[in-house]
């Protein structure tokens, strides 16, 4: 009988060890993956402004110069060619493209 109690007591304390590293990590995981939220969020701020194309430009340099992301380059282009009334890929040198960006700074 001694022995089941001790045995009892034991996988109590197992469990209550378990319990507490599996808390301590859901907390270091929440904390990791909120840091990384903040770190990835879009500044605050969507700005326009027009630029001219230049010979040999794509929609795809152009995004590249304004939209920091890499992953986020082809949702920036179809945003690009939504607002500026494009049905294709084709831009034209001499033509002006309204463009977007963001920025932290209220202007």
């Known amino acids: 009988m001694i022995k089941r109690v001790k045995n009892s007591h034991l996988s109590f304390r197992f469990l209550v060890i378990l319990g507490i590293i599996f808390a301590a990590s859901m907390i270091f995981f929440s ?14 701020y969507k700005y326009y402004t027009s630029v001219q194309i230049s010979q ?13 992301d890499p992953d986020q380059r082809k949702d ?14 084709t831009i034209y040198a001499g033509r002006y493209l309204t463009v977007f960006y963001y920025s932290d700074v209220y202007q």
């Open 31 to 44: 904390v990791l993956v909120s840091a990384k939220d903040r770190k990835d969020a879009v500044p605050a």
């Open 76 to 89: 920036y282009v179809d945003e690009l060619k939504e607002i500026n009334h494009l049905s294709g890929d």
């Open 56 to 68: 040999g430009d794509t929609l795809w340099d152009i995004a590249e110069k304004y939209c920091g």
